[in-house]
């Protein structure tokens, strides 16, 4: 088989319904040129379950990249997926955020050099996602007319991301990478992390995300903020490419953040991660040589 020319590395924890949704969500592409990595956080056996089962039906090939539960470390496990990612191209998905059915189709034609991709999203309400999960309802099929003129009631809330789904899935938003003289594209008050796609060469160029974002957040802003010092832009694949987030507890409060960091790495200059990819792969070195060593000795 040959090497997959897209990697889409899908970060989960310990919710294996929502995985098997976004799954079928892949499954569903318009592009089947491209391969899955699980980065999973120290998630247990019904993660694993979900991954073996797709392993065993494809139509994609799957990888599960995982690490102990040693506290929040997305911006490792993100690391150690893209370590065990074979596409020229990576693109990082949340795992509560589906892809809509063209979205790796939108993806690749906006692949360009000196650009990395983010995408807007759509909040669906506590009850549609009930219904997703629970009944695997399709909604990546659904189509734009659908969306502006069946939904919006379904939204979480009109707030200051969006006021409405017709912000988000009409053509009018123009910002696109193969237009001259378009304004940079900007995620939603700065949320990169459901979404976020860039060749390999340039996550290798900035080290990849940053192992000091140990708590929640900031770790996606942090990265594109260091893509845009070593001379990338932000460009946005358009409507096809926005995302479906499912309903969850927020989990703002629930643990320290990493506003600070975030701060300083705005204001500062750095264009690789202090500790990140290359650090992440020496690790991984010399755990699989320690236990080569270990196993070859006698009980």
């Given at each position: ?61 799957v990888t599960h990249a995982w690490q102990p539960d040693d506290g929040w470390r997305k911006s490792r496990i993100l690391n150690l997926g893209a370590l065990a990612a074979s596409g020229r191209y990576v693109v ?208």
């Open positions: 088989m040959s090497e997959p020319s897209v990697s889409v590395v899908i970060s989960t924890y310990e919710w294996p319904d929502a995985l098997d949704v976004l799954l079928l969500a892949l499954a569903d592409q318009d592009d089947d040129d491209f391969e899955v990595v699980v980065a999973d956080d120290g998630s247990g056996p019904e993660t694993a379950a979900v991954v073996e089962r797709w392993r065993a039906r494809g139509p994609f090939r990082f998905l949340d795992g509560d955020s589906i892809p809509r059915a063209s979205f790796l189709a939108a993806v690749r034609r906006v692949m360009l050099s000196v650009w990395f991709l983010a995408s807007k999203r759509l909040l669906l309400s506590r009850a549609l996602s009930g219904r997703v999960l629970d009944a695997r309802l399709p909604v990546w099929r659904w189509s734009a007319a659908r969306w502006l003129l069946g939904a919006p009631r379904e939204l979480v809330r009109s707030d200051r991301e969006h006021g409405r789904p017709g912000v988000l899935l009409p053509l009018r938003d123009r910002r696109r990478p193969w237009r001259a003289h378009q304004p940079e594209f900007t995620a939603p008050y700065e949320a990169y992390g459901f979404c976020l796609g860039m060749w390999r060469s340039d996550f290798e160029r900035v080290n990849g995300f940053d192992l000091r974002f140990e708590n929640w957040g900031g770790e996606d802003e942090d990265l594109a903020a260091r893509l845009r010092r070593a001379g990338l832009r932000c460009g946005w694949p358009g409507p096809k490419a926005t995302m479906l987030h499912l309903w969850h507890e927020p989990k703002v409060g629930l643990m320290p953040s990493n506003k600070h960091l975030v701060r300083d790495s705005l204001a500062g200059d750095q264009v690789e991660a202090v500790a990140g990819l290359r650090e992440v792969a020496a690790q991984e070195s010399a755990n699989r040589v320690a236990s080569s060593t270990s196993s070859s000795e006698p009980v």
